[in-house]
């Protein structure tokens, strides 16, 4: 007897016709053609049931703030960071933890259900830091939201930032941030990844910095970066997050660094929606678009997982809360359009994201949580294609949210009457 049985699905690594067992939060049984007495049965016809989406780089202590105090006119990170330090003066509590639920509500919607959000540190009162810490709290039996110390105005930079990230690890923030390439000097920049590592391996913590987000190619900190993991005994522990610098670097030195990266076994975070939306803001034509080397990322064995970074805030006006947005976006800019490709990049959404996280039984397998979404697509690519409606989002086995299916009604003489836009995959691609 299962509590709930999700039946004649097909699961992201071509299996069709899978049934899914359910008691309590846990997936009990997988099978070809399963059945069997249940409280609840879902007839997924056909369509893809996956993992839950994962975020792993988000800020959501400003997420949902557009407009506040105003727009920001140049669309540069730098006017952006500006705009965030005119707002945050004036933020409460209670309305950072407002606006961060609705974003949670809308997440869900799509199916997310881990999100490592970045939580600034940089005014001394702390106020973003204790409001997410009650969001996690809140969301917790819902969505798994883990916090990076992340000193916006620079961790020497700023003069009070030292003692207030240590203070919000003290308050109990879960991972060890930083942005060395806004420290005033490449040798500030280098001695702050040192010194953001070294308490991130005296506390036994996981490490996310924003790093060498720009432009410039001579900004290497992740080198400085993956030196440092390697140190201090950090591999497997740390990521970086944008490496844009890396879109513009010699190939030659790119390299001789990817292998470094894998060696530290780093992690890489790109977010291909604002890193295309902000950088090569100072260039004419041809203009880079500021992406970093997914593809060669990829090949060199480093696992990399791909972030939303912002929704509706200081840097990015646009945003969904979709997972798919972001792969959708991945696909075309790294030109990876093949169907094995788009299968890479769903991996980059879903399970990579997890490993990122250090997400605990997570995954379509027995003994796993019953967590899950069933999508109105056939396949992985093809979800990246259509960015289908969730029609299921399973949390603990229970049925947390639901959109009925995209079904258009037809009225032309010798046409079908009704289209879903799954029924377009592409034939023998499976
Ligand atoms: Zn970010």
């Known amino acids: 007897m299962f509590d709930l049985l999700v039946v004649n699905t097909s699961l992201p690594d071509g299996r069709t016709d899978q049934g899914i067992g359910i008691r309590g939060d846990r997936i009990v049984e997988i099978g070809t053609g399963l059945q069997g007495e249940a409280e609840r049965v879902i007839d997924a016809e056909g369509y893809l049931l996956s993992p839950p989406f994962v975020d792993p780089h988000f800020h959501m202590d400003a997420t949902l703030s557009l407009g506040l105090p105003r727009m920001n006119q140049s669309g540069t990170l730098l006017e952006g960071i500006a705009l965030w330090g005119e707002l945050r003066p004036t933020l409460t509590k209670e309305a950072v933890i407002e606006r961060a639920l609705r974003y949670c509500d809308l997440a869900i919607s799509k199916g997310v259900m881990a999100v490592r959000s970045h939580v600034d540190v940089s005014d001394p009162r702390l106020v973003t830091v204790e409001a997410l810490l009650e969001v996690r709290e809140i969301v917790a039996p819902y969505l ?22 240590k203070r919000a690890l003290d308050m109990g923030v879960d991972v060890v941030g930083g942005i060395p390439h806004f420290e005033r000097t490449m040798d500030a920049g280098r001695a702050s990844v040192e010194a953001l590592c070294r308490i991130a391996a005296d506390r036994g913590l996981r490490v996310d910095m924003h790093c060498d ?27 970086g997050s944008h490496l844009t610098s890396m879109h513009s670097m010699d190939s ?108 605990k039984d997570y995954g ?67």
């Open 252 to 359: 030659y030195y790119v390299s001789k660094l990817l292998p470094l990266i894998a060696e530290a076994k780093m992690a890489a975070i790109p977010n291909p929606l604002i890193n295309i939306m902000i950088q090569g803001r100072h260039d004419t034509y041809p203009k880079r678009r500021g992406l970093t080397r997914i593809p060669e990322l990829i090949a060199a064995g480093i696992i990399v997982g791909l972030g939303q970074d912002c929704v509706m805030d200081p840097w990015y006006s646009m945003g969904t809360g979709d997972l798919l947005d972001v792969a959708h976006l991945a696909v075309h800019a790294t030109q990876m359009g093949s169907q094995v490709d788009k299968r890479t990049l769903y991996d980059a959404v879903t399970v990579n994201s997890a490993q990122i996280m250090g997400l």
């Open 364 to 430: 379509l397998k027995v003994g796993c949580y019953a967590d899950m979404v069933l999508l109105q697509a056939r396949d992985p690519a093809e979800a990246i294609r259509l960015r289908p409606n969730r029609l299921a989002v399973i949390r603990r086995g229970k049925i947390i949210a639901e959109t009925a299916p995209e079904v258009t009604r037809l009225s032309m003489d010798g046409r079908p009457s009704s289209l879903d836009p799954a029924d377009y995959m592409p034939k023998g691609t499976s």
């Open 213 to 239: 987000e720009t432009d410039d190619p001579l900004s290497r900190h992740v080198e400085t970066l993956a030196e440092q993991t390697i140190r201090f005994g950090l591999q497997g522990r740390v990521a």
């Open 144 to 165: 798994e939201l883990q916090l990076v110390a992340f000193p916006q105005d620079g961790y020497y930079r700023c003069p009070e930032a030292e003692e207030a990230l």
